[in-house]
């Protein structure tokens, strides 16, 4: 049977609610709805209704703005860590990741992820083990519930842009482990982000993993740079290649708190 695990109010009467139905085999589906001033509920997790209706498109994704940044405005010196899903514990890029989450939960950094597994979770186990703050801002599946363990605070959103904006909204570094086309996706974005101006030019895009993201350097520099001129030095430079956690940390040492 399914129950209300929480209920949140939006503007102009409108209600957001999570049910969780526990099926015999103890399969838990998550069902999120809004609801009108009427209390006529509508699942968005179906695409159908949902898709075909921009009125309650446009409340949804007003509610996962406005609860996005309220949530990231009572987080302090954030670094979010990027990287795939797909990587395992035995991988030496996910003990990094974990290596790497420590270290700045020990220096006192916020670490944000998005919440899922892989170096996300790498990244949220090593700062839960060290005591610090491992936020997760992970997106949500119909049929479960994708955040990691290592997770102390968390937010999930039903919309990838949504999700990615709250990920690049304050942080004062990002830091990229090897991924595959969604990482490669979130890079090049906070690249042109602050090629653009959209983000202050001090805040660091860090490539942890020299053998794995140097073809990706030289092709930049030969082609992109060189060849074609389709981007100048300084926007090259805002890419800055390491091999180790510690490295990737000196260079955090010297951000500041950014304002969002």
């Known amino acids: 049977m399914a129950h209300i695990k929480n209920e949140k109010k939006l503007e102009d009467g409108y209600t957001e ?32 209704p949902f ?31 990027f990287g795939s899903a797909r990587i395992m514990p035995s991988n030496p890029y996910y003990k990094t990741a974990k290596e790497l989450g420590s270290l700045l939960a020990k220096n006192g950094y916020t670490v944000i992820t998005g919440g899922g597994p892989g170096i996300m979770e790498a990244g949220n186990w090593g700062a839960f083990e060290a005591g610090g703050e491992s936020i997760g801002i992970d997106i949500e599946l119909p049929h479960e519930q994708r955040r990691n363990q290592f997770v102390t605070r968390g937010i999930g959103f039903h919309y990838f842009f949504t999700r990615k ?46 053998k794995f993201w140097q073809g990706f350097i030289d092709w930049t520099s030969t082609v992109m740079m060189h ?21 990737a940390l000196k260079i955090i040492k010297k951000t500041v708190e950014r304002e969002m």
């Open 17 to 48: 609610k999570t049910t969780v139905n526990t099926e015999k085999n103890g399969y838990k589906r998550y069902v999120h709805w809004i609801c009108s001033p009427g209390n006529k509920c509508m699942p968005v997790n179906e695409p159908s």
């Open 51 to 81: 898709t075909h209706n921009i009125q309650w498109r446009i409340f949804r994704i007003m509610a996962e703005f406005i609860e996005g940044f309220e949530f990231l405005s009572k987080l302090k010196g954030e670094v979010t860590i």
């Open 165 to 210: 904006v709250m990920m690049s909204a304050s942080a004062q570094a990002y830091v990229f482990l090897p991924g595959g086309f969604g990482t490669l996706d979130e890079m090049t974005e906070m690249i042109t982000l602050i090629q653009t101006g959209k983000i202050p030019s001090n805040v660091p895009v860090i490539l942890v993993g020299k």
């Open 227 to 247: 060849e074609q001129k389709f981007i100048n030095k300084n926007e090259f430079d805002i890419m800055q290649v390491v091999d180790t956690p510690e490295e």
